[in-house]
C-alpha cells in the first residue's frame, strides 16, 4: 500500500521559506512515477504547484515558478518542497501525491495534507 | 494554461438520485482528463481517469464520458457517502489543472 506523509513547519513568517517534506512508503521514488505538490487555500480549490522525476527533472505551475523548488531525496525515499518569499496568499493546506508515470499525470495516492500559515 | 470549468458549482439532491456534473476544457485535451471526490478534511480521492476509466476500489455506480472539450461524470444513485466535492482535472499538458469544484449537497 502506497503511503505519502507531509511534514514541516505549520507557520511560517511573511517573506520567509515554506519548507515541507514528503516522506514515501509503498513504493519507490525512484520508480516510474512523478511526484507532485498540490495546495488547497481554506475553502477554495486545488492548485498544482509543481512535479519531480526521481532524475531531477522537475515541472512547476508557472504561477509559482520564480518561487518554487522541488527537490528528491532518493536514499531517504522522499522529495520535498520550498516555497521563497512567502504571503499570506501562501496559506493553504500542502498536499502531497503520486503522479503518472507517462507524460500525462493522475493522481493515484495522496497525502494527508499539512495546513500551512503564513503568519507573523 | 488550460483552464477547466465546472458546472454546477454546486447541487442539491438526495439519496437515490442520478447526478451529472460537467466539466469542459478551454482547448481540447482528448481524453485526459481524471476525476477526483473530496471529503471535508480529506485528501481528493482519485474516481475517474483518462475520462472513463475507474480506478481501482472505486464504485461502479460512478462513471465518466466525454472527449475534447466537454465531459461529465456520473452517480448513477447517490448514496450517503458520496456527499463530497468533485474536481474535474486535465492531464493533457502541464500545468496541470482543476476545475473550480462541484459541491453535492444533502437536499
Known amino acids: 500500500q502506497v503511503q505519502l506523509q507531509e511534514s514541516g513547519p505549520g507557520l511560517v513568517k511573511p517573506s520567509g521559506t515554506l519548507s515541507l517534506t514528503c516522506a514515501v512508503s509503498g513504493d519507490s521514488i525512484s520508480s516510474s512515477n512523478w511526484w507532485s505538490w498540490v495546495r488547497q487555500p481554506p475553502g477554495k480549490g486545488l492548485e498544482w504547484i509543481g512535479e519531480?522525476?526521481?532524475?531531477?527533472?522537475?515541472n512547476y505551475n508557472p504561477s509559482l515558478k520564480s518561487r518554487v523548488t522541488i527537490s528528491v531525496d532518493k536514499p531517504n525515499n522522499q522529495f520535498s518542497l520550498k516555497l521563497s518569499s512567502v504571503t499570506a496568499a501562501d496559506t493553504a493546506v500542502y498536499y502531497c501525491?503520486?503522479?503518472?508515470?507517462?507524460?500525462?499525470?493522475?493522481?493515484?495516492?495522496w497525502g494527508q495534507g499539512t495546513l500551512v500559515t503564513v503568519s507573523s | 494554461d488550460i483552464q477547466m470549468t465546472q458546472s454546477p458549482s454546486s447541487l442539491s439532491a438526495s439519496v437515490g438520485d442520478r447526478v451529472t456534473i460537467t466539466c469542459r476544457a478551454s482547448?481540447?485535451?482528448?481524453?485526459?482528463l481524471n476525476w477526483y471526490q473530496q471529503k471535508p478534511g480529506k485528501a481528493p480521492k482519485l474516481l475517474i481517469y483518462a475520462a472513463s476509466s475507474l480506478q481501482t476500489g472505486v464504485p461502479s455506480r460512478f462513471s465518466g464520458s466525454g472527449s475534447g472539450t466537454d465531459f461529465t461524470l456520473t452517480i448513477s444513485s447517490l448514496q450517503p457517502e458520496d456527499f463530497a466535492t468533485y474536481y474535474c482535472?486535465?492531464?493533457?499538458?502541464?500545468?496541470?489543472?482543476f476545475g473550480q469544484g462541484t459541491k453535492v449537497e444533502i437536499k
Open positions: 501525491a503520486r503522479g503518472g508515470s507517462s507524460l500525462h499525470s493522475d493522481f493515484d495516492y
Open positions: 482535472q486535465q492531464s493533457y499538458i502541464t500545468p496541470w489543472t
Open positions: 519531480i522525476y526521481h532524475s531531477g527533472s522537475t
Open positions: 482547448q481540447s485535451i482528448t481524453s485526459y
